[in-house]
Every structure is written in structure tokens, then in C-alpha cells.
């Protein structure tokens, strides 16, 4: 397994507040992304990072933004939490010498009030 | 129309028997296919990729059919460790941003 971990696990925060979620690896892949797991609609993509300060819009980008200031860490900001951003959030990696396999954090479920 | 389509189940099935499970997927231009495991409240797991050929590991047998578009994971022998939900990945034309997950299928393994 990718040694991939997120902080914080768990957060509850209120509506209009800003959050940042982090994912630190220890693999040197390459590509980062940012999921968010909803019931009923598997995990779509928020951001993703083909490199150190490159990255670009996923699926559902609206209210997220993301930096990566180093090839270890991707973080995404939640610029002012809704309710409809409470969601289980995953970060995951690949590696493009992999067939595109990606390797996922453990998770952070956020909950806005 | 989404991309990829599974059978939320759950499939309940006994000990020692052999479950199947399908995805469709819309694009044809899709070209990595994959199958992950997610355990309640976990993250997903690689269980395997799909070739074009078919692979096998163990237990678990993936297929792709590509005229059809949808891909299969047979599981024999099931385990009461299997039970879990198994998620259909599909990578549009080798592009690393273009993921695209299914909503998952639920396998209830029984003593």
C-alpha cells in the first residue's frame, strides 16, 4: 500500500467556515487527487495534481480549491463549508508506470452544521 | 446516463459460493478498467486491475468485454472476508484525470 495519510479524520465545522484537509504520501507519485464519496453516487472527482503547483478541476470543483506546494502534499480547501459539502473525503495517488492504479487515504468525514 | 453502472445488490450468498458481479460503462473510448474493495467506513482497495484478456487472482477471475462494454468479477469459494463493496473503475483513453467510479455493489458473505 501507498503510504498515504489525511488529517484531520473527522471534523465538524459550521456553515461558512473555511477547512482545509490535508493528504501527505511517502510514494514520490506523481499524480494526486481529491474525491468526495456521497451514497448513491460513488466517488467523483474534485481536483487532481500532475505535479508540483499543476493541477486542475475535477468533476465537481464548485467551492473547492487546491495548491500543492510540494510533491508529498495536496491540500484541499473547503473556501466557505455548506451542508451540502458534509461527505466522506478521500485522497488518493497513482503513479502513471502503474496502469493508472490509484492508492487511497484513509478518509476524512467531514460533517457541516 | 452515468458512466459506470453497477447492481447495488446486496448479493447475500453463502459460504463457498460463487457470486458474479457486472459494470457497464457508457465510453468507448474507455481504456483501464478496474475493480476495488471498499470495506464499510474504509477507503477503497485495489483489488485488480482488467485486461483484455482476462486475469486471475486466486479466487477472484476479471473479464472485459469490450463489444459489450461491461466488465465482470467472478468470486469462487466466497468468504465470510469477502463481504464487502466492490467498485468498478474505469480510465478514459489512458488519461489520468479522467477516473470514472461506480457506485458500488454489496456482497453479504454468510456462515
Known amino acids: 500500500d501507498a503510504g498515504i495519510t489525511q488529517s484531520p479524520r473527522h471534523k465538524v465545522t459550521e456553515t461558512g467556515t473555511p477547512v482545509t484537509l490535508r493528504c501527505h504520501q511517502t510514494?514520490?507519485?506523481?499524480?494526486m487527487y481529491w474525491y468526495r464519496q456521497d451514497p448513491g453516487h460513488g466517488l467523483r472527482l474534485i481536483h487532481y495534481?500532475?505535479?508540483?503547483?499543476?493541477?486542475d478541476k475535477g468533476e465537481v470543483s464548485d467551492g473547492y480549491s487546491v495548491s500543492r506546494s510540494k510533491t508529498e502534499d495536496f491540500l484541499l480547501t473547503l473556501e466557505s463549508a455548506t451542508s451540502s459539502q458534509t461527505s466522506v473525503y478521500f485522497c488518493?495517488?497513482?503513479?502513471?508506470?502503474?496502469?493508472?492504479?490509484?492508492?487511497f487515504g484513509p478518509g476524512t468525514r467531514l460533517t457541516v452544521t | 446516463r452515468k458512466e459506470v453502472e453497477q447492481d447495488p445488490g446486496p448479493f447475500n450468498v453463502p459460504e463457498g459460493a460463487t457470486v458474479a458481479f457486472n459494470c457497464t460503462y457508457s465510453?468507448?473510448?474507455?481504456?483501464?478498467f478496474f475493480w476495488y474493495r471498499q470495506d464499510c467506513r474504509k477507503e477503497p482497495k485495489l483489488l485488480m486491475s482488467?485486461?483484455?484478456s482476462g486475469n486471475e487472482d486466486g479466487r477472484f477471475t476479471a473479464q472485459l468485454n469490450r463489444a459489450s462494454q461491461y466488465i465482470s468479477l467472478l468470486i469462487r469459494d466466497s468468504k465470510l472476508s469477502d463481504s464487502a463493496t466492490y467498485l468498478c473503475?474505469?480510465?478514459?483513453?489512458?488519461?489520468?484525470?479522467?477516473?470514472?467510479f461506480g457506485s458500488g455493489t454489496k456482497l453479504n458473505v454468510k456462515p
Open positions: 488518493a495517488t497513482g503513479s502513471p508506470g502503474r496502469d493508472y492504479e490509484q492508492y
Open positions: 510514494e514520490n507519485h506523481r499524480y
Open positions: 495534481s500532475y505535479g508540483v503547483k499543476d493541477t
Open positions: 465510453n468507448s473510448a474507455s481504456q483501464s
Open positions: 473503475v474505469v480510465n478514459m483513453a489512458d488519461n489520468f484525470n479522467k477516473f470514472y
Open positions: 482488467v485486461y483484455s
